[in-house]
């Protein structure tokens, strides 16, 4: 069995991923770290890293603060981490880029499989619909308490389809300080914050006479949490480097 350091493990999203691992005979966590957390039943809960018992893989879910110190510590005792904390700043991707040349490190702006998968999907299809001449437009919709808008997700949405297209389309996110018509290579990105939704992104691509959606629906948190099981159970072993969930997907 895989063993499992969950680093914040009292919060929201760590206490779903304990209950996901709970029902999976191929992982276990033995310690759980939170600096305000109580134990739990199944694993000993400790305030800092360094008191955890010896592991395969680290899964993060805690706050942007904590990275610096998980990483020290994983590229210190060569342990493969899965980073599902968001808001991380550039200079803290640029030293998960640094610790994945010590360890097996993978991060990714969304853990669903779904929206992975529809990355991909993406990548294949704005080149083929962008030259008969579609445009693309983005919307995304999340709860009323998110911060950051638009969602990490929808720019790496974005980012699939400018990718595939060679790296031309700039991106808009506001255009009610211009008047003029809609230019050829432009991906609009629109946020949408409003009660409780846990994230919708509809990828849109908007041609003469027709339209195609394509759509990803999180009815519940537990998305994100069973990808960073799955994550997990795939960086366990790995060679270090740099990973996403892509690589997960095969």
């Known amino acids: 069995m895989i063993r499992a350091i969950l680093n914040g493990c009292c919060g929201r999203m760590g206490r779903m991923i304990a209950q996901i691992v709970g029902g999976d005979s191929g992982i276990g966590i033995v310690a759980g770290v939170d600096a305000f957390g109580e134990a739990y039943d199944d694993f000993p809960v400790y305030r800092t890293l ?13 706050t942007a ?25 550039e200079a803290q991707m640029e030293a ?51 911060l950051d808008a638009p969602s990490g997700t929808a720019i790496a949405l974005a980012e699939a389809a400018n990718e595939a297209l060679g790296g031309t389309y700039e991106y808009v996110y506001d255009r009610s300080a ?26 849109i691509f908007a041609g003469q006479d027709e339209v195609i ?16 099981v799955e994550a997990a159970k795939f960086l366990a ?14």
């Open 178 to 203: 211009r008047r003029e018509k809609r230019p050829e290579k432009e991906i609009g990105i629109s946020a949408v914050r409003g009660g409780t939704i846990v994230g919708d992104h509809d990828v």
């Open 50 to 62: 360094e008191e955890c018992p010896k592991a395969d893989v680290l899964i993060d879910f805690s």
């Open 96 to 146: 998960l880029h640094a610790a994945s040349e010590k360890t097996a490190v993978l991060k990714s702006a969304n853990m669903s499989l779904g929206i992975n998968l529809l990355e991909s999907i993406i990548k294949e299809a704005a080149p083929k619909l962008a030259a008969a001449g579609f445009d693309i437009e983005i919307v995304e919709k999340h709860h009323n308490q998110k």
């Open 213 to 228: 959606t394509l759509s990803h629906r999180a009815y519940s948190r537990a998305v994100f949490a069973k990808g960073a």
């Open 237 to 250: 072993g790995k060679e270090s480097g740099f990973y996403t969930m892509s690589d997960v997907l095969g």
């Open 65 to 89: 603060s904590a990275v610096d110190e998980l990483l020290k510590y994983c590229t210190e005792n060569k342990l493969p981490a899965v980073v599902c904390t968001t808001g991380l700043s």
